[in-house]
């Protein structure tokens, strides 16, 4: 073959490879709009998580933990903690005003309370105690003795299991309205191998329980751990009230 056959065939090897062309940039062309549309969801995908993120930052900003002061704020040491649904451990701080919380904790049933320091083989007294009743600016029917219970192992408290003797069942928290900021104060006291009982009058009523006679009596001295947290009547609260003035 001579030289200008082959670049005839050459040339006619070169026209024929040129419809391919189209379609590879055919196919390009998808791929790069396929490229395009993927980052274009991605892109409005992450918009919508962020706008999630910010909505639920703004939620959760409404909620404020607000903690004790430091006056109050003594009651609470060697690691008791109240643990209650949706809030965790509400030792040392105050019911937040969001949620209902303030309504719900009247409702709920008792919390689990957990004493890391408590030794295996010990027994141990829980005691529960309102002392601002009916407020803490008019104390006179201070102690109101929300839950007592006796003979609870300590391997048990380490856990939040509470299953000693119930003296007074669990009842909630309830401050009346306009009676300002109660505290729930709970205390866990070292048995040492005493019976503890209620006297026939202190049976009767669990407002103005004389809670230092009670300590007197079985020589209870000092707590192992104690610890608190303050809530207000949910009707006194600033979101319940804006609330009702919304709905006018």
């Not at 959760?60 to 109050?72: A, I, T």
């Not at 105690?129 to 300590?154: E, I, K």
């Not at 207000?232 to 609260?237: E, H, P, R, V």
Request: with cysteine; net charge neutral; glycine share 6%.
């Amino acid at each position: 073959m001579n030289e200008q056959a082959f670049w005839r065939k050459g040339a006619g090897t070169r026209h024929q490879m040129n419809p391919q062309r189209p379609r590879a940039e055919k196919r390009l062309d998808k791929v790069e709009k396929v490229s395009t549309d993927g980052t274009m969801m991605l892109v409005a995908a992450t918009l919508c998580l962020g706008l999630l993120m910010v909505a639920a930052g703004d939620k959760e900003d409404e909620c404020v933990y607000k903690p004790l002061s430091d006056e109050d704020a003594v009651l609470c040491n060697r690691g008791l903690e109240v643990l209650c649904p949706e809030l965790g451990n509400i030792g040392c701080m105050f019911i937040p005003d969001c949620n209902d919380y303030r309504q719900k904790i009247t409702r709920w049933s008792e919390p689990i309370v957990k004493f890391s320091g408590a030794l295996n083989d010990e027994k141990y007294i829980l005691v529960m105690v309102d002392p601002d009743v009916p407020s803490r600016y008019n104390p006179r029917a201070r102690f109101w003795r929300h839950w007592l219970v006796t003979d609870t192992q300590g391997s048990d408290l380490q856990k939040g299991k509470i299953k000693g003797q119930e003296l007074s069942a669990y009842q909630p928290p309830s401050p009346p309205p306009h009676s300002g900021f109660h505290r729930y104060q709970f205390y866990v006291y070292l048995q040492e191998g005493k019976t503890i009982n209620l006297l026939p009058k202190e049976n009767k009523t669990r407002g103005s329980w004389e809670m230092d006679r009670f300590l007197y009596r079985f020589h209870l001295n000092e707590p192992e751990a104690s610890t608190q947290f303050m809530t207000q009547n949910y009707q006194d609260s600033a979101v319940f009230q804006a609330s009702g003035e919304s709905g006018r």
